[in-house]
Structures are given as structure tokens and as C-alpha cells.
């Protein structure tokens, strides 16, 4: 039985005649008579008394009668229900999430979107692990997903960072550990850990980081798996216990001080929520530009899906700066397919990293501590079952390093301005250039970085009184070059002795003999604490050479030839670090923790970004400058031993295509 024979019926029924009822519904009478012939034969008997040219009902014709109006109203409602679904004006937006998400991040969206559309109803579906979530989208079960793991290689689901999460560790206000800021996972082996189950997605998201800086379960002797996060509160409140968490999970522990989270070095960096949805859902992808799927359909109605994604395209747009992109951690891949056809290989980077020298903390210190490299190395494709075997080699001075990149024994290198030039000269036999300039680091505009200073009782003033004197400094460094540059321009170059300072093994603080020599030159922050410690003071004088000064990292050819993704892969683990120094703000005191320096000689010598009033000698940057680096060229090739350095070919050596892949 049809809707349509149900009208046609009552037609015939209302004016007891076929042809009046043919006019109104715009029919022939045969088809009208047609109709009420197949109903009957449905229904298995007659609807109408045929008396001639008259009719009348039958006693189920006049029930028909009384009730079939019930389901011409019950189609009506049901179409317009469905139009107005169709057109986004109701409906329900099933979603589903995991827990913590459900729990911390969801609520406040989901409000929101139904204050703003009240007519619209929402389901929330938790889901214990993300294989039940992914079940329940490939089963069609609900409308949108949302997940702290991508799901960017399941072929059936779009998945789309949409929201930050952050990673803490977790302790009692009690735990020996609650006064630390910053902790690393290697010292805490032998700590008691209760952790959440395997499915559980904080869970998967530190194994996945464990495997990347090579720990595993095997290496925490004291380890107690909990199923719920009611559990895990109960082992650290009463049995101080550490756990992982994310920052959803244990929010309203931290405000009422029944817990306390502590920054992880390995998880320095936000991770993500996903936004899940089928495939075919092109509108989501919309959320990276900020585009408005309703702009996309013209004047088409959105759907409630559709209308839960603008609501999150819009609190990007209010969220997020637009000239300072969030530096997020890799989430860890649902179903991340791991079969390779690729022999295993071994790749061994040996870099080249100044810990001590405070502008360039952010290419070898914080990438080493906060262990950013093993985060960002490739791990698909051609490097699918690569291992990596990172060796940092931390040096005084550039030197040596110039001389482990020159020699093979280092791929990757952090310089000053003038030994990076010396890195930069080609092999004589080969005409090759061993190294490619792939990024700056630092930038010092005044040249304030590298600097003069003498003995408070000495009587030199000016670099004038420097003549037929001594002058101890790092040779080959940044300091040396802004020496030579200085004593070439007051034409003294011929009249001071210049020794070394590394043959003395000058030391952080200068605790050496004050006779050694007559006047010291270093790099900050050497020179800054020589000051801060009473025995010597700086050279102030107009006439001293200042070119910019700059660090900047270089890597060795075959490194750049071979494994190019590596290369971006550094880079990538560069700029996180710089955003985590200048984002974070404890991470100052923490550089200055580990360098074993003062806070506010720290914040002196780097800031992290730009400022046009500088607060700063140095400021982070990767744009490489090479009208600065001419600069260096010009000036120095004027000087004995240094007219080699016309050979640089700048065009050939400085290779900026790496940093745009990052």
C-alpha cells in the first residue's frame, strides 16, 4: 500500500465521485479508477458499494476514511522533518571521542554549538579505545569522530588537526618530585609508574615516543598497568606513584592541588586532537585555511555536521596568531601500517653542538634535551625500519668542528659567522664544497655577541692601546674574526700578538692567570661572565668592528646528497626548539639550569624572536642573510691567511631550499 493510493482514496471518498476526484488530483479518470483498483486488490476487499453511477463506502471504506488523513499528516511531518534536516535547521550530530577528550575538550564545544543552534541535538559516544572509535565511523554509527591519534593512513576516515593536547607527568603534592618544573624520562627508570591500559591513547602516545629515544618498558623495572583514571589517581595520591597523562585528564585534580603535573623534556611540545570524518567530507580540510565550508556552498544550508566544523574553524581563526604557526609534536598513527620491503639500514649523525654558547642552545642543547630530533626523523618510505644512531659531540668552540666536517667524522654542524666560512671553503683537489649552509640560527645585528675585555687594573682603553700587546681569544671562532676585523680597521693587525685561547684551556668564568695575556676576546656569554665575576671588564670603543653577527648550521654534502629528508628533519627539530624557548615561559631558566649560568644572562644574550626594540643581543631566526655573510667575505678576505675566502660561491653553498620544507 502507497501513501499515493491513500490521496487518491480520500479524494474519492471526500466528492463519492471518480471524475470530480480525477479534476482535483489532475488525472484521467481511468487512472483514478486504476488506483482504487490496485488498493482494493491490496487490501483484499472493496472500499466503495458501486450502485451505477454512484458509489458508496464500504464499512472499511469509511474506516479508511476516518484514519487515512493520520498518515497523509504523519508523510507531511516526516518530509518536512527531512527537508529541514536536509537544510541543517534540526537533527542530532552523533560524535564520538575517547575518553579524555570526552571529558576535557568536547564538553565546552558541544555547549557551545548548541547554544548557538538550539534546535540541534547532540549525542556524545565515549569510546574506550580508538578501535572502537574507528568501528563505530567505518559502521556508520556516528557522524564525526574526534581522536589525540591520526588516523591520516585509514583509507575510509579524513583525519585533521584541529585542537592542541599537552603531555604531563603527574604526581601527589607530597611526591619528592613536585618541586622540579622540567624532568627527563631517563631519570625516571627507577621510579614506580602506574600507567593507564594499552588501548588507551595517552598510553600509545608515550610508547610511541619512548620507541623514538629508544626506551621501552624493558628499562622501567617498576611499572603497574591501571584501567581506569580513577585508579591511577588512587596509586599517586596514596601511593606516590608517577603517571601520564594528558592535560584533560587529571584537570580537575590539578585545580583543587590533588595533583600536580610536571613538564616533561620528551614532551615539550603540544600534541594534537583530530577532527574524524568519512571520507568524502571535503569541508574539514577547510579548517587549515580558515574557510568557511557555508562560503564554499553559496546560499546551501549546512548540515549539523558541517555547522560543528565551522564552529571550530571559527575558534582557530580567534585562537591562532597569524604570523606564528604552532609547533606541534607528531601524534602517533592509528593503524600505522609498519610492514617495510626495505632492508633495515643503520644511518649514524654525528653532530657538531656548542652547549655552552647561548645563541646556539637552540640548535644543539634544547633539540638534545628535549630529544626533538628522534621526534621528527623520517620514518616512511625509503626510511621505513631505519635506525638512527644520534651522536651529539658538544665543543668549546667551533673549531674543531670545522675541522669533524671537514674530515667526515661530522654530518651536521653549528657555527659562528667566521667558522662557518671557514666550512665553507671547497676542497682544493675537488673544487667540491664540503658542507651546504641549510639555515641561520641566531642573529646579533649589532655585533654585541663577540667582544674585547681586560683586567680591571689594566690602563687599556681604546683598541689604539692594544698596540705591541697580547691578545688571547679562541682562534678560528667568531670572536677571532671580529678580532682580525677590528685590529685590520685600527691597522694593528702587524703590531699585537695573537695566541690562543684553547691552548690555555680557558674555561666558563675564566679561572686562569690573569698574565697569560694583555687583553682576552670571546664569544657570549665567555665574555659576559669574565665580567659579571669582578676580574675583567669590557672594551668599549666605537672604533672596534661590529659586523651582524650570526650562528647558523651546516651539514656536510653527503649527508644533504643522501638523505635529504634527514636534513629537513633537523631543521624541523630547529624551529620546534625555537618555538619552545620562546613560547614557553620556563624555558629561560631552564637553558640557564642546564648551562649552569644566571637567568637573567640568559635573557640578555637570546630572546626568541624579532622585536624592533631589542631586548636581546641575539634574537632566533633560521632566514639565512647572505648580504651579512658577503659582508664577512669582504672584510676578512682583506686579511693575511684569509683571501681563500673569495672562493665561496654563495649561490652554490648556501641551500635555503631545505628550510622551505619544514
Known amino acids: 500500500m502507497e501513501v499515493y493510493q491513500i490521496r487518491v482514496f480520500l479524494e474519492v471518498a471526500r466528492h463519492l465521485s471518480f471524475t470530480e476526484a480525477a479534476d482535483v488530483l489532475n488525472l484521467t479518470q481511468p487512472a483514478v479508477?486504476?488506483?482504487?483498483?490496485?488498493?482494493?486488490?491490496?487490501?483484499?476487499?472493496?472500499?466503495?458499494?458501486?450502485?451505477?453511477?454512484?458509489?458508496?463506502?464500504t464499512s472499511v471504506g469509511e474506516f479508511l476514511l476516518k484514519h487515512g488523513p493520520k498518515l497523509i499528516?504523519?508523510?507531511?511531518?516526516?518530509?518536512?522533518?527531512?527537508?529541514?534536516?536536509?537544510?541543517?535547521?534540526?537533527?542530532?550530530?552523533?560524535?564520538?571521542?575517547?575518553?579524555d577528550i570526552g571529558n576535557g575538550w568536547l564538553p565546552a564545544k558541544l555547549f557551545a554549538y548548541r547554544q548557538k543552534y538550539p534546535n540541534l541535538q547532540t549525542q556524545c559516544h565515549i569510546f574506550d579505545s580508538p578501535e572502537l572509535l574507528y568501528r563505530s565511523m567505518t559502521n556508520n554509527e556516528i557522524d564525526l569522530g574526534c581522536s589525540d591519534l591520526s588516523f591520516a593512513d585509514v583509507a575510509e576516515i579524513s583525519s585533521i588537526a584541529i585542537a592542541p593536547i599537552h603531555y604531563a607527568l603527574f604526581v601527589s603534592p607530597s611526591h619528592p618530585l613536585v618541586t622540579k618544573k622540567w624532568v627527563s624520562l631517563n631519570d625516571l627508570k627507577q621510579h614506580r609508574w602506574a600507567i593507564s591500559s594499552p588501548e588507551s591513547p595517552s598510553r600509545q602516545v608515550l610508547e610511541a615516543r619512548l620507541a623514538e629515544i629508544g626506551l621501552s618498558w624493558a628499562d622501567f623495572p617498576h611499572v603497574e598497568t591501571v584501567d581506569t583514571t580513577s585508579l591511577m589517581r588512587v596509586y599517586l595520591t596514596q601511593g606516590a606513584y608517577l603517571g601520564f597523562a594528558s592535560n584533560f585528564e587529571f584537570q580537575l585534580d590539578c585545580q583543587t592541588g590533588n595533583l600536580v603535573a610536571i613538564s616533561l623534556q620528551e614532551f615539550a611540545l603540544s600534541g594534537n586532537i583530530f577532527l574524524l570524518t568519512p571520507k568524502g567530507i571535503?569541508?574539514?580540510?577547510?579548517?587549515?585555511?580558515?574557510?568557511?565550508?557555508?562560503?564554499?556552498?553559496?546560499?546551501?544550508?549546512?548540515?549539523?555536521?558541517q555547522k560543528f566544523i565551522e564552529l571550530l574553524q571559527s575558534d582557530r581563526k580567534s585562537s591562532a596568531p597569524s604570523k606564528d604557526r604552532p609547533i606541534q609534536m607528531r601524534s602517533p598513527s592509528f593503524a600505522l601500517r609498519s610492514s617495510s620491503h626495505h632492508r633495515p639500514e643503520t644511518i649514524t649523525l654525528s653532530i657538531g653542538i656548542q652547549n655552552g654558547t647561548i645563541p646556539a642552545v637552540t640548535a644543539g642543547l634544547i633539540v638534545q634535551r628535549l630529544q626533538l630530533l628522534s621526534h621528527f626523523?623520517?620514518?616512511?618510505?625509503?626510511?621505513?625500519?631505519?635506525?638512527?644512531?644520534?651522536?651529539?659531540?658538544?665543543?668549546?668552540?667551533?673549531?674543531?668542528i670545522v675541522t669533524g666536517l671537514d674530515s667526515g667524522k661530522l654530518n651536521i654542524g653549528i657555527l659562528g659567522d667566521y667558522p662557518l666560512l671557514?666550512?665553507?671553503?671547497?676542497?682544493?683537489?675537488?673544487?667540491r664544497y664540503n658542507t651546504r649552509l641549510v639555515s641561520f640560527v641566531s642573529s646579533n645585528p649589532d655585533g654585541s655577541g663577540n667582544a674585547f675585555i681586560v683586567p680591571h687594573q689594566s690602563k687599556v682603553e681604546t683598541i689604539a692601546d692594544l698596540r705591541g700587546q697580547t691578545i688571547a681569544v679562541p682562534l678560528r671562532s667568531s670572536a677571532h674574526g671580529?678580532?682580525?676585523?677590528?685590529?685590520?680597521?685600527?691597522?694593528?693587525?702587524?703590531?699585537?700578538?695573537?695566541?690562543?685561547?684553547?691552548?690555555?684551556?680557558?674555561?666558563?668564568?675564566f679561572n686562569f692567570p690573569l698574565h697569560l695575556a694583555d687583553s682576552y676576546a670571546h664569544f657570549a656569554p665567555f665574555h659576559d661572565v669574565a665580567c659579571r665575576q669582578g676580574k675583567f671588564r669590557h672594551l668599549i670603543d666605537d672604533n672596534l668592528d661590529r659586523l651582524p653577527s650570526f650562528y647558523g648550521v651546516v651539514v656536510n654534502h653527503d649527508l644533504a646528497d643522501r638523505y635529504p629528508e634527514v636534513v629537513v628533519a633537523y631543521l624541523q627539530a630547529l624551529k620546534a626548539a625555537q618555538y619552545w624557548y620562546h613560547h614557553t615561559p620556563s624555558a629561560p631558566a631552564q637553558v640557564a639550569q642546564w648551562t649552569r649560568l644566571e637567568l637573567d644572562l640568559v635573557t640578555e644574550i637570546l630572546t626568541g624572536a624579532y622585536q624592533s626594540t631589542p631586548t636581546a643581543r641575539f634574537f632566533s631566526e633560521t632566514v639565512i642573510r647572505p648580504d651579512w655573510i658577503a659582508l664577512h667575505i669582504d672584510r676578512l678576505s682583506k686579511i693575511p691567511n684569509n683571501q681563500n675566502l673569495t672562493q665561496i660561491d654563495l649561490e652554490r653553498w648556501i641551500q635555503p631550499e631545505f628550510l622551505h620544507q619544514t
Not at 626510511?383 to 651529539?392: A, C, D, L, M
Not at 671557514?422 to 673544487?431: I, T
Request: aromatic share 4%; glycine share 8%; proline share 5%.
Open 73 to 99: 499528516e504523519v508523510e507531511n511531518d516526516l518530509l518536512q522533518e527531512i527537508e529541514r534536516i536536509g537544510k541543517g535547521k534540526s537533527g542530532t550530530l552523533k560524535i564520538g571521542c575517547t575518553a
Open 282 to 305: 571535503g569541508d574539514v580540510h577547510n579548517l587549515h585555511h580558515h574557510k568557511s565550508p557555508k562560503s564554499l556552498r553559496g546560499a546551501a544550508d549546512l548540515t549539523p555536521a
Open 482 to 509: 671580529m678580532v682580525m676585523r677590528s685590529l685590520q680597521a685600527a691597522h694593528l693587525l702587524d703590531e699585537v700578538d695573537l695566541i690562543s685561547l684553547d691552548s690555555i684551556q680557558a674555561v666558563k668564568g
Open 377 to 400: 626523523l623520517p620514518q616512511d618510505g625509503r626510511y621505513s625500519g631505519t635506525k638512527f644512531q644520534i651522536e651529539w659531540q658538544d665543543f668549546a668552540t667551533g673549531a674543531p
Open 33 to 57: 479508477s486504476a488506483k482504487i483498483k490496485s488498493l482494493e486488490t491490496e487490501l483484499g476487499t472493496p472500499l466503495f458499494h458501486r450502485l451505477g453511477r454512484k458509489i458508496q463506502l
Open 422 to 431: 671557514l666550512s665553507a671553503l671547497p676542497d682544493p683537489d675537488s673544487d
